[in-house]
């Protein structure tokens, strides 16, 4: 019989909590201090590991103690000299840099994006950037957030390769620090959170979207920081509950109905930053529009998750008298004044017609709108820029040679070449007895063992979620369905791989969580144990292996044309 305070016995369950046994869901823990489940502790290595390796159990302590920040940051820090090592190569404008590098440049000295020279690019890199800005405002379709943030770098390092690219690459290698902790926070081990940033660290894609300044990195860094906010402030406030709830003769916590269903959060701080920080991805791309709903929901089951756990009766209706109001104010306000203030350059321009595209449109050809007495020239002005870009966005069916459909994304199915170039033998790197012209290509494709290991790990994360009810994988589910799910609904629109850089980061906690079954529960046996670290730190190595088997078409390091076609594992790559 279940004894919890406020729990049905077994028998009284719901159906679905008694036909999912089967299939390896837990049911209600049966016991314990319910502190432990809303708040579980973090997980340490073994007294045993500690004294086969011949570590003093006080060393062992403090290892333990600064592995916390030092495993996440020794990881970080080899990502970062990957990524910066010799970053301004390529020297030359690479796929959408012509876009992005000049609209940056544009953004933080005029606060709109202009129309440039067609000849503007051999310009930049024969003066080193020492280029006048025109004054006509151009046509873009993307926010300014992430032109905004390449611009940044443009300052500091100036109008080069190099200068374009510093803030891409800073953000990838601060994306893998964040991972880890993620990973750490969410899976309670430091061992999985490393694991799952060297992951990521080692991906082609997450690596070639560091070193190139296009927007979809810069998209994906706010989306996995806002998601790192939202974890956090799903501890903080199961924190308050577990301290709410009243106490044993034993000195545990058991559940409450009457402190579940009344306790208040109070302020939550990191919601209002995942707020803001989802107000930046969608003005980087507006994509982050269907992360931010997807986020907003799983936030809200959490708070329902909770408070049942803490022994609410009707979670659904504590939440929504409790959470649901302050929930909403502080994401989706917060993300929509965020968004509008991402334009203040160009809302600040001159609206006489030489300010940003569009700018003048209220007092020149929507000055008979209906609306005109009731919202200011700017805001009519914007919105009518927004009305013509989503034109734009859902019409694009223009073909393009790297184009793919979402279907083939999890296994890398179409890449996208950035830079290709064909030097003769002993010109600009190629070696004098290659025989015939190398290849020198930086091509945006993930390691694919890795994302052949994810698509394996995706139906792991989704069983486990499903028949587990575990909410990790949930999670993990969540974002990879925010950064995947909405472009099946566009397959007629010209759309590319490099996209899946926004869900990645969830593959790489995918992955991991797979890796963490395979190594098996800390209860197993010590042959379980062995057996299972063993085949994932093979399939780990190889993973690695495979990165640094690719790395001279991840570079554009210029190789013989036999190890380019060597590297050419699928026809659909070239």
Known sequence: MDLRKDQPPHEQQPAWHRRLRRFGHPGPDAGGDVRDRLVPPYTEPSGRLWATLGVPPGLAGRITR???WGGPLLVA???????????????AVIFDETYYAKDAWALVHRGFEVNWDKNANDLILSSGGNVPVPTDAAYV???PVGKYVIGLGELMFGFDPFGWRFMTALLGTLSVLLLCRIGRRLFRSTFLGC??????????????MSRTSLLDGVLMFFVLAAFGCLLVDRDRAREKLAAALPVDADGRARPDAYAAETTRIGFRPWRLAAGVLLGLAIGTKWNGLYVTAAFCVMAVLWDVGSRRVAGARRPRLAVLKRDLGWAFLSTVPVAVVTYFASWTGWILSA?????????????????????????????????????QVYDFHVGLSSPHTYESNPWSWIVTGRPV??????????????PADAGEKCAREVLAIGTPLLWWVACFALLYVLWRWFFRRDWRAGAIACGIAAGYAPWFLYQERTIFFFYAIVFLPFLCLAVAMLLGALVGPPRSSDTRRVAGATAAGVLTLLIAWNFIYFWPIYTGTPIPMDDWRARMWLDTWV
């Open 66 to 68: 600064w592995s916390a």
């Open 77 to 91: 820090l080899l990502a970062g000299v990957l990524r910066f090592w010799n970053l301004g190569s390529p020297k």
């Open 141 to 143: 379709v993307h926010p």
């Open 195 to 208: 694991l799952a940033g060297a992951l990521m660290a080692v991906d082609g894609l997450h690596f070639v």
């Open 351 to 387: 609206s006489d017609g030489t300010g940003g595209y569009y700018r003048d449109w209220a007092t020149k050809d929507g000055r008979s709108s209906d609306w005109s007495w009731l919202f200011p020239d700017w805001w009519r002005s914007l919105w009518h820029y927004e009305n």
């Open 417 to 430: 070449s950035y830079f290709y170039e064909s030097p003769a033998p002993g010109t600009d790197g190629c």
